[in-house]
C-alpha cells in the first residue's frame, strides 16, 4: 500500500508570515497533485506536478516535485486569511489498471488576522 | 459547466441501519470516485469506476458497503448495515478520463451513526 506523509499536521500562524507544508513517500509516483478543502466543501485542485525537480507557481504559492518524484512541497509566501484551510497532497500512478488518486492525511493550517 | 452533485448532505442513522448515498458526476467523465473523510484525515478511496465497471475496490469493506454505476452516469453508495465507525463525510469525485486525474469533488455527504 502505498503511504503519504504530510508534515505538520497543524499549523497555526500570523498573517504575513511564510510557511511550508511537506508531502513525502517511500513511493515513486507518476505525478503529484496539491488539493486545498475548506469545511463542508470537496478538495479543490491547485496544481498538479509531473516531472521529478518540477517548480509551479501560483501566485503566492510555489510547490515543488522532488527529483526522484516521491516526495513533494508547498510554500506559501506572505500568508493570508483566506489561505486557511485543509492541504492535501494525493498521489497519481498510471501504472497497471489503477490511475488510482491516493490522498496525504493532509496539513490543516490557520492564518489569524 | 454544473458540478458533481451529492445528496443527501446530511444524513443521521442508528447503527445497524441501511443508507444510500446518491452521486451524479459531471457530464461526459468517464472515471468516478468514492471516498470515505474521516473527521480530521485525508479521503481515503473507497472504490473507483471507469465508466460502469469497477477499477478498484479493494478498500471497500465489502460486507458492509456496495456500490454501484449504472449506465455509466450516476453513481449510488450504500452501507448495510452501519457501525459507529461509519461515521464520516463520504466524497464522490469525476475525471475526465482515468489517466488525467484532475478530479472534480462534490461537497460530500456528512454521515453520523448513533
Known amino acids: 500500500t502505498q503511504l503519504l506523509e504530510q508534515s505538520p499536521q497543524f499549523l497555526s500562524i500570523q498573517e504575513g508570515e511564510n510557511l511550508t507544508v511537506y508531502c513525502n513517500s517511500s513511493?515513486?509516483?507518476?505525478?503529484l497533485q496539491w488539493y486545498r478543502q475548506e469545511p463542508g466543501e470537496g478538495p479543490v485542485l491547485l496544481v498538479t506536478?509531473?516531472?521529478?525537480?518540477e517548480v509551479k507557481k501560483l501566485k503566492r504559492l510555489t510547490f515543488q516535485f522532488g527529483d526522484a518524484r516521491k516526495d513533494s512541497s508547498l510554500h506559501i509566501t506572505a500568508a493570508q486569511t483566506g489561505d486557511t484551510g485543509l492541504y492535501l497532497c494525493a498521489g497519481v500512478n498510471y501504472g497497471g489498471s489503477q490511475g488510482n488518486l491516493i490522498f496525504g492525511k493532509g496539513t490543516k493550517l490557520s492564518v489569524k488576522p | 459547466e454544473a458540478g458533481v452533485a451529492q445528496s443527501p448532505r446530511y444524513k443521521i442513522i442508528e447503527k445497524r441501519q441501511s443508507v444510500a448515498f446518491w452521486c451524479n458526476p459531471i457530464?461526459?467523465?468517464?472515471?468516478l470516485y468514492w471516498y470515505q473523510q474521516i473527521l480530521g484525515q485525508g479521503p481515503k478511496l473507497l472504490i473507483q469506476?471507469?465508466?460502469?465497471?469497477?477499477?478498484?475496490d479493494s478498500q471497500l469493506p465489502k460486507d458492509r458497503f456496495s456500490a454501484e454505476r449504472l449506465k455509466g452516469v450516476d453513481s449510488t453508495l450504500k452501507i448495510q448495515p452501519a457501525k459507529l465507525e461509519d461515521s464520516a463525510v463520504y466524497l464522490c469525485?469525476?475525471?475526465?478520463?482515468?489517466?488525467?486525474?484532475?478530479?472534480?469533488f462534490g461537497q460530500g455527504t456528512r454521515l453520523t451513526v448513533v
Open positions: 469506476f471507469q465508466n460502469n465497471g469497477v477499477v478498484d
Open positions: 506536478v509531473v516531472t521529478g525537480g
Open positions: 469525485a469525476s475525471s475526465l478520463v482515468r489517466w488525467n486525474t484532475e478530479a472534480f
Open positions: 513511493s515513486v509516483f507518476s505525478s
Open positions: 457530464s461526459g467523465h468517464a472515471t
